[in-house]
């Protein structure tokens, strides 16, 4: 189950952010090795590595690429509320397709009122032709009526596990937990 969570957790917030050798730019560069050293640090240094990606962030507010590695890390480290805040700042400014379904299950997991949210994640991936595990996902929050269709269709194009099938067979509440687990 455990390895199913980071699959999704990969997909669904860290895929925006993909290292690699070559970088946008210089900030995107030292983002990535800020989120690997946090990656890597004790539970007590995690903070520091935090607040200097906070710094990059406002000495480079409009580089999304720092903006979302800055929103990953607050999420890692449970940090919601800030995490939810940069998203927001994100889908504002740029495609929110990329996005929007995390947006979405941050404001479920905080309780705040969804209006349409996940609907609105579903239109956008449509009109993009996305149907990857995230539009499953959006489908299964959204109480939309083809997603058993869609998670069969996955399954047949081997796009998806039988585990990570059977994984939507659980509460939306134990979902968002096992994503977005307590502080």
Do not use: W
Request: net charge positive; aromatic share 8%; hydrophobic share 40%.
């Amino acid at each position: 189950m455990k390895l199913i969570i980071s699959v999704l957790l990969c997909s669904l917030m860290l895929s925006p952010c993909v290292a690699s050798s070559s970088y946008a730019d210089k900030a995107t560069e030292t983002g990535a090795k800020l989120v690997d050293a946090y990656t890597k640090a004790s539970s007590k240094r995690k903070q520091r590595f935090i607040n200097e990606l906070q710094i990059l962030t406002h000495k480079h507010p409009e580089n999304s690429n720092v903006r979302k590695m800055y929103a990953n890390v607050l999420l890692a480290d449970k940090q919601y509320q800030a995490g939810l805040q940069q998203i927001e700042i994100i889908n504002k400014k740029h495609d929110p397709s990329s996005f929007l379904l995390t947006e979405c299950m941050i404001k479920e997991r905080l309780n705040i009122p969804l209006d349409g949210c996940y609907k609105a994640t579903v239109r956008i991936m449509d009109k993009n032709k996305i149907k990857d595990i995230n539009y499953l996902t959006a489908l299964f929050f959204a109480s939309d009526p083809r997603f058993d269709e869609e998670r069969s269709k996955q399954l047949r194009a081997d796009e998806i596990s039988a585990d990570q099938a059977a994984y939507y067979n659980i509460s939306r509440a134990d979902f968002l937990l096992n994503l977005f687990p307590s502080p």
